[in-house]
Structure formats: C-alpha cells, structure tokens
C-alpha cells in the first residue's frame, strides 16, 4: 500500500506570498491532519480534515486554512507568508481520525522557507 | 504545565547499552499513547502504541504505560547507532493527539 506523499517536498517564497501544499492520504483513510514543526516549536497541530470537514483546529492565525476533498486528498493553505512560517509541514493520515485508538501515519513532508 | 512532556536531552548511551526514554501527561482522560521516530530532516515514523497499563515489547522496543502515574516509556534493548534520533511521545484524547517536543537519543559505538 502506497503511503501518505506531499508535494512539493520543498518551497521557497518570499514575505507577503501564500502557498498551498497537497496531500494524499493512505488508501482508505479518511482523515487527515496537518502539522508545522519548527526546531524551537515541536510538532504543533494546525488542523484535522475528516469527510471534507474540518474536525479540530489548532491555535493558528486564520492566515492557515485547509481543505478535503471527496477522494480524501487535502490542500492546506497559508495567505501573507510570514519569516515565521518558515517550517517543516506535515500531513499525517488516518483511518478514522485523531482521538482514540486511531493510529497516524506521516507523509514526507513539506520544507517551507520565507525569504 | 505541557499536556505531554518529554526531557530534550540529548540521552547518550553507548552501543549495546539500554535507552530508556520517559514522558509524562497531564490529561488522565488520555486513550492511547504512541512513540515516533525521527531521524534528522525526515518526517516521523511510528515505533509502536500501547493502550493498557503494563508493558508491551516489540523487538528491542518495549514500551510501558502506568496511567495513574500518568507516565509512559519506551526502552530499547541493545541499543546501535541507528537508533540515534529524536523520539516523539504522543498522547491521545477525544479527538485530540498530542505530541511531545522529542527526546534526541545519541549512541555512540
């Protein structure tokens, strides 16, 4: 079974640009979350997509915003690209969504990098 | 105080040696706890979970949950330098995942 993969692996834009990443979730599964993680920061929770909504939102300016779609696959975007989003982003897919027993699996991730 | 905590480190070890990495949470509602690795630059790879108290091994991995200590760890037997990475401890709740900021593990041969 093919993994969870990101595109692009790596990004480079400049202050005030926005940026959408992609995401395709293990066959099968259908929730999807996303995570920034910085050195100083740790993985921080942005936000879980289930069914093409969105379940749970981290503590994130409304700059970050995502979506689902019918297959499951999910774009994230963030609009005026701040210094400080300058990170590792992450997707992590699921079958039935974070909490419980579920189990996340992560993809490659995204290198993001403001000038 | 963090929901999940986990010692930055670096934990050093030598080859062979037994790593014992720790973590402690703060939500008692907690389900299912899972231990990641990292290695440097690449994204994190699922170790092993545990759901009920006691211990549960897996390979050189062995992973022990005490819920009223609120306290989960992971040990790993004979311990190479491959091993050398950050891992993550990461808590679940009711729809809620939790992960901890990583302890670096460093073995040396």
């Known amino acids: 079974k093919a993994g969870v993969t990101q595109t692009p692996r790596y990004l480079i834009k400049t202050r005030g640009q926005q940026v959408t990443l992609s995401c395709s979730p293990i066959?099968?599964?259908?929730?999807v979350s996303w995570y920034q993680q910085t050195p100083g920061q740790g993985l921080q929770f942005l936000f879980e997509?289930?069914?093409?909504?969105?379940?749970n939102k981290g503590n994130f300016p409304g700059r970050f915003s995502g979506r689902q779609f019918s297959n499951s696959r999910s774009e994230m975007n963030v609009s005026t690209l701040e210094l400080g989003d300058s990170a590792l982003y992450l997707c992590?897919?699921?079958?039935?969504?974070?909490?419980?027993?579920?189990?996340?699996?992560f993809g490659p991730g995204t290198r993001l990098t403001v000038l | 105080q963090k929901e999940v905590e986990q010692n930055s480190g670096p934990l050093s070890v030598p080859e062979g040696a037994i790593a014992s990495l720790n973590c402690t949470y703060s939500?008692?509602?907690?389900?299912?706890f899972f231990w990641y690795r990292q290695y440097s630059g690449k994204s994190p790879e699922l170790i092993m979970f545990?759901?009920?108290?006691g211990d549960k091994e897996d390979g050189r991995f062995t992973a022990q949950l005490n819920k009223a200590s609120q306290y989960v760890s992971l040990l790993i037997r004979d311990s190479q330098p491959s091993d050398s990475a950050t891992y993550l401890c990461?808590?679940?709740?009711?729809?809620?995942?939790?992960f901890g900021t990583g302890t670096r593990l460093l073995v040396s041969p």
């Open positions: 939500d008692r509602g907690s389900q299912s």
């Open positions: 990461a808590v679940s709740g009711f729809q809620k995942l939790v």
């Open positions: 066959s099968g599964h259908r929730s």
């Open positions: 997509y289930f069914s093409e909504t969105q379940r």
């Open positions: 545990i759901y009920s108290n």
């Open positions: 992590a897919s699921s079958l039935s969504g974070t909490g419980g027993t579920d189990t996340q699996y």
